[in-house]
């Protein structure tokens, strides 16, 4: 558990008031902004399985469908208000306008999602892996 609270902690870090700048479509990966923050280059890379909801609707994107970007465009310069990893390591995001993203941490045998921070060639990574695996690698 102490792992857990340690990986809560650095994600807190990396999120917590930050704007999503950019969206790249291959992924899909999300960038964050890094000013005021102690990295250079902070993205999420959504592979699988996530709920977005807004005004009271949520979507359940598959990890397969074609139309991710879709959905996720609706998140531009959406600034993160909480960021909480559920058990066993679905990552959720709270936006100030009400919005909330979900990322399924389990997908099978394919990876969730991975958040990744870098500070010169120093990069930290934390994965959701298949059997509700989470890994840290800094």
Not at 39 to 58: M, S, W
């Amino acid at each position: 558990m102490t792992e857990h609270i340690h990986i809560q902690h650095l994600m807190e870090k990396c999120f917590l008031h930050k704007t999503i700048d950019s969206l790249h479509f291959w992924g899909p990966v999300i960038q964050f902004s890094t000013s005021n923050s102690c990295y250079d280059e902070v993205t999420l890379r959504i592979e699988g399985t996530f709920k977005l909801t807004q005004n009271g609707e949520t979507n359940v994107v598959k990890r397969e469908a074609n139309d991710k970007l879709l959905y996720l465009t609706a998140l531009a310069h959406q600034k993160v208000s909480s960021v909480q990893l559920l058990l066993p390591n679905n990552l959720c995001l709270q936006f100030v306008s009400g919005m909330q993203l979900e990322v399924i941490g389990d997908n099978d045998q394919f990876e969730g999602w991975q958040l990744q921070a870098q500070v010169d060639d120093d990069i930290m990574l934390i994965v959701a892996g298949p059997g509700e695996q989470l890994t840290l690698f800094e």
